[in-house]
């Protein structure tokens, strides 16, 4: 004979999956946005790189902004300066996600500029 008690336990499966859901959801939710925002951290050092690369061949500091500009996420933002035999290459850009999630991104490459090498001061 079946014990009266099986009964008693029939929804708490339930019950406990239907609390346990929006905790996976939210995890990855969470999960996904760190995979993007990684993602878009490893875009601005490569465009950062890009643009150094293009500032130290003595391309012009237009060309040298786009040379990041296309490597980089969407919405970044880069800036091109030289100091002394260096050029410095700066990107930012917001990662993707709802406001509260918002990080700004940055990265910088340094590249000796070219026109410099083998030059005695």
Same mark, same amino acid.
């Given at each position: 004979?079946?014990?009266?008690?099986? *009964?008693?336990?029939? /929804?708490?499966?339930? $019950?406990?999956?239907?609390? $346990?859901? %929006? +905790?996976?959801?939210?995890?990855?939710? $969470?999960?996904?946005?760190?995979? =993007? #925002?990684?993602?878009?951290?490893?875009?601005?050092?490569?465009?950062?790189?890009?643009?150094?690369? +293009?500032?130290?061949?003595?391309? @012009? %500091?237009?060309? +040298?902004?786009? #040379?990041?500009?296309?490597?980089? &996420?969407?919405?970044?933002?880069?800036?091109?300066?030289?100091?002394?035999?260096?050029?410095? =290459?700066?990107?930012?850009? @917001?990662? @993707?996600? @709802? *406001?509260?999630?918002?990080?700004?991104?940055?990265?910088? $490459?340094? +590249?000796?500029?070219?026109?410099?090498? /083998?030059?005695? &001061?």
């Amino acid at each position: 004979m079946p014990s009266s008690d099986a *009964g008693g336990d029939r /929804g708490s499966v339930t $019950a406990e999956a239907a609390t $346990a859901l %929006p +905790a996976l959801v939210l995890f990855t939710m $969470a999960l996904v946005w760190a995979l =993007v #925002a990684a993602a878009a951290q490893i875009q601005c050092v490569d465009a950062a790189r890009a643009g150094a690369r +293009a500032a130290a061949r003595s391309e @012009p %500091p237009a060309q +040298a902004v786009a #040379a990041a500009r296309e490597a980089a &996420p969407s919405g970044a933002r880069v800036a091109v300066e030289r100091a002394g035999d260096l050029w410095h =290459v700066r990107v930012e850009a @917001p990662t @993707p996600g @709802p *406001g509260s999630l918002r990080l700004t991104l940055r990265a910088e $490459a340094a +590249a000796l500029a070219e026109d410099t090498v /083998g030059v005695e &001061p």
